[in-house]
């Protein structure tokens, strides 16, 4: 565990439109995995290595992430109240989840994820917070994300990724000679996983409405030499599609790979 806590910036403020079909237009971050929201996934991480303070940015169906966390425990845990009366409830069983912070704000429909990431910091008093998007889901190691961080001294860190192919690859010569064939081997390029860390000098880089951070706010800091990238080599999906939740369901219950609480 890191030797201090940081605030946690969770994106989930996207409309996420090929998500539509067979979820009912949830919203992808609420989207249902081992019986929990993607969501719920990345929150655990996060506490699991000691981050329990968060901070949401609401855009699309903004009411939905409200509803659920302020249902949350009588929706999940025990609970006793009269009928007459149930706003008097007393519940039997605490999770770890009662020790979270949620804040939960309305950053605007169409507002870019850079802004709304400027809009969450301007809200913290922390020097550092995480950044990460709510609809991806990995065993990151954030005690060595956020100690890589630390070593670099620049002001953002993002987690690459390489990920299979979804394709078999061929490779044949000129005359079209097969000479291999690899079923959907992991690609050699590094993808942008989020799972970020920000100093507050990113917010230089936020400094309108319609800043977008992958097109715009992370180029310029690449391009100023202040952006660095943690490798991470274990396993990462995000839920773009619902045969991504297919999958993301199927990894749960065979080794739910990205589970490394206890509880």
Do not use: C
């Not at 929706?75 to 009928?83: E, K």
């Not at 670099?152 to 044949?172: C, E, I, N, R, W």
């Not at 310029?220 to 660095?228: E, N, R, Y």
């Not at 991470?232 to 609480?261: I, R």
């Amino acid at each position: 565990m890191t030797t201090e806590s940081l605030p946690v910036v969770l994106l989930v403020g996207g409309a996420g439109s090929r998500m539509e079909v067979g979820t009912s237009g949830i919203p992808k971050p609420l989207v249902d995995v081992g019986g929990h929201p993607i969501l719920w996934h990345v929150m655990k991480l996060y506490a699991h290595h000691g981050h329990k303070e968060f901070m949401f940015p609401l855009g699309y169906k903004g009411e939905a992430f409200r509803r659920y966390f302020l249902e949350y425990q009588a929706l999940t845990q025990d609970v006793s109240f009269n009928l007459g009366s149930p706003d008097q409830r007393v519940y039997h069983e605490y999770g770890n989840e009662a020790e979270w912070e949620v804040t939960l704000f309305d950053a605007g429909l169409v507002t870019d994820k850079g802004a709304r990431v400027r809009q969450a910091a301007e809200r913290l008093q922390a020097q550092t917070f995480f950044v990460t998007y709510g609809d991806g889901i990995g065993d990151i190691d954030l005690e060595s994300l956020y100690t890589f961080h630390r070593s670099h001294g620049k002001l953002g860190t993002l987690t690459g990724f390489q990920p299979f192919s979804q394709y078999g690859m061929v490779d044949a010569n000129k005359e079209g000679v097969v000479h291999q064939l690899k079923e959907k081997p992991r690609m050699s390029q590094w993808i942008n996983a989020g799972f970020f860390v920000f100093e507050r000098g990113v917010l230089d880089y936020l400094s309108s409405d319609q800043v977008e951070l992958e097109q715009q706010a992370l180029p310029k800091l690449a391009a100023d030499g202040q952006l660095m990238m943690y490798r991470h080599k274990g396993f990462w999906a995000s839920m773009d599609t619902f045969k991504d939740a297919q999958y993301l369901n199927e990894a749960w219950e065979t080794s739910a790979p990205w589970k490394v609480w206890n509880d």
